[in-house]
T-cell receptor, first 115, second 113 residues
Framework: KAGVTQTPRYLIKTRGQQVTLSCSPI?????VSWYQQTPGQGLQFLFE???????NKGNFPGRFSGRQFSNSRSEMNVSTLELGDSALYLC??????????????FGPGTRLTVT | GENVEQHPSTLSVQEGDSAVIKCTYS??????FPWYKQELGKRPQLIID?????GEKKDQRIAVTLNKTAKHFSLHITETQPEDSAVYFC????????????FGKGTMLLVSP
């Protein structure tokens, strides 16, 4: 079974621009969660989508948004980029329901650099 | 919301020694506690997990223990090897039926040959 994939793997953007990142979950997984990883803050939860609905949201400004498609693929968007948005963005997929709903498997991440 | 504290932040051991990493959580309703290993430049990998109805779980050289009363859980690695060197993260599930994890800040484990 193929693992979680993310595109692109690397991005360099300028302050004020916007960016869209993509995540394809493991086949059969209906939940996609997004995390921001930085050296100082570790792994911080952004939001979780399940069956095209945002089910939970972390403490990030409204510039961070996401969506999920009917095939469970998910995108996250960051508008008006700031230098502090430079980070590794990881998505994780899980079944989303049942006893193993919260077993999450991570993608390789997208390294975003804002200059 | 849930808060997870992890200690130590760095841990250096000699090959063959045991390593223990400890985490505490704040929400007594959390019921799922995974551990992830992240090697440099790679994705976090799920290495072991435990649910709140179990006190201990083992998988070869790694084990996890859970004390629900004290709200802490620990990762134990025995007979450490240089390839165990990585950053280890503990996490706790978010109550409410969501697939959300709150992570500790991580422990950098260095195993010297």
């Amino acid at each position: 079974k193929a693992g979680v994939t993310q595109t692109p793997r690397y991005l360099i953007k300028t302050r004020g621009q916007q960016v869209t990142l993509s995540c394809s979950p493991i086949s059969g997984h209906r939940s996609v969660s997004w995390y921001q990883q930085t050296p100082g803050q570790g792994l911080q939860f952004l939001f979780e989508y399940f069956s095209e609905t945002q089910r939970n949201k972390g403490n990030f400004p409204g510039r961070f948004s996401g969506r999920q498609f009917s095939n469970s693929r998910s995108e996250m968007n960051v508008s008006t980029l700031e230098l502090g948005d430079s980070a590794l963005y990881l998505c994780a997929s899980s079944l989303g329901t049942g006893a193993a709903r919260d077993e999450q498997y991570f993608g390789p991440g997208t390294r975003l650099t804002v200059t | 919301g849930e808060n997870v504290e992890q200690h130590p932040s760095t841990l250096s051991v000699q090959e063959g020694d045991s390593a223990v990493i400890k985490c505490t959580y704040s929400d007594s309703a959390s019921n799922y506690f995974p551990w992830y290993k992240q090697e440099l430049g790679k994705r976090p990998q799920l290495i072991i997990d435990i649910r709140s109805n179990v006190g201990e779980k083992k998988d070869q050289r790694i084990a996890v223990t859970l004390n629900k009363t004290a709200k802490h859980f620990s990762l134990h690695i025995t007979e450490t090897q240089p390839e165990d060197s990585a950053v280890y993260f503990c996490a706790a599930s978010s109550p409410g039926g969501y697939s959300t994890l709150t992570f500790g800040k991580g422990t950098m484990l260095l195993v010297s040959p």
